[in-house]
């Protein structure tokens, strides 16, 4: 009788188990949910999530609430995510600077980019930019790279701060090409921008949404991008694969992420309702105004994205010898 009894009891235990996954996202969502962007308004993560934000909302039910934490690179934001009630009603941007660029360069980071997350999607990716100065000495890649290679030392790049994905696309780039270009972090993309529009620095390796304004007004001089295939926008700049630097080829993603304890039911329910999303065509064409393209994968795939950019990533700082010194 009583090992029955014990057979009944785990029956019942297996059933519930069974039941709690489909019952917890049927009654989700219930509530406002808050996406944490973990940079401040008006840069390209914070247009993404905002573009995406708007229409899950409706699709869900209930209203997305974005949420800007910026500071230390992304990871103050991300921090908050990974500690969040993993409840479905906290989630996160995941950039390449979040995920993969901090934690490689700052060992104190607070939080693990695979353990303490719970991969959603790739909502978009948009493609890196090499730009110089009007005034720089070259018209096109190749007379650049002459350039550069017959002044090692004297040539700099600006970046939006150390351990930047902009100073990560130039660390990959000197070594793919085997030059010596100088460093030069600001506190953001705007003062890096600004010096570059000067004259003050030769170079820069950013997002191009930032710079896009700037290359259509002749400000700045487009040379190569990081992306698949040619850019509609940019038809006579070559990709950085076509001029053979596969590695520096790299987009950047914006993802959307939950904590690592979150229900799988629930995860499921969100990658479908934002892969739904992306595929509406006035997401489309407002993410590709931006200067971003809809993704919208597996929860599997972008946590395969994150861990090959982690590896990619701490190969680099430790081969470039790249130290973080909390600034």
Known sequence: MIFCGIK?????????????????????????????????AGGTTDIVARIVADKLGKELGQ???????GGGGGSIGAGLVAKAAPDGYTLGVSTLSTHAVISACNPKVPYNPVKDFKAITNMASSPNVLTVNPKFPAQDFK???TH??????????ATSGQC?????????FKVETGTDILHVPYRGAGPALNDLLGGSVDMMFDNLP??????????LRALAVAWPNRLESLPNVPTFKELGLTAVNEPVWYGLVAPAATPDSIVQKLNA???????LPEVQERLRASGAEPVGNTPAQHSAEIRQEMERMHALVKKQNIQFDGS
């Open 148 to 157: 550069v290679k017959k002044n090692p030392g004297k040539l700099s790049f």
């Open 273 to 279: 309702a934002t892969v739904k999303v992306l595929k």
């Open 210 to 219: 930032s710079s896009m304004s700037h290359i259509k007004a002749d400000r």
């Open 63 to 69: 209203s997305v609430i974005v949420d800007n934490r």
């Open 143 to 145: 007379q650049f790279l």
């Open 164 to 172: 930047s994905i902009q100073q990560m696309v130039g660390e990959q």
């Open 8 to 40: 009944k009891t785990l029956f019942t235990a297996m059933l519930l188990t069974c039941a709690t996954g489909p019952a917890i996202a049927d009654n989700y969502p219930s509530k406002t949910i808050t996406l944490v962007v973990p940079f401040a």
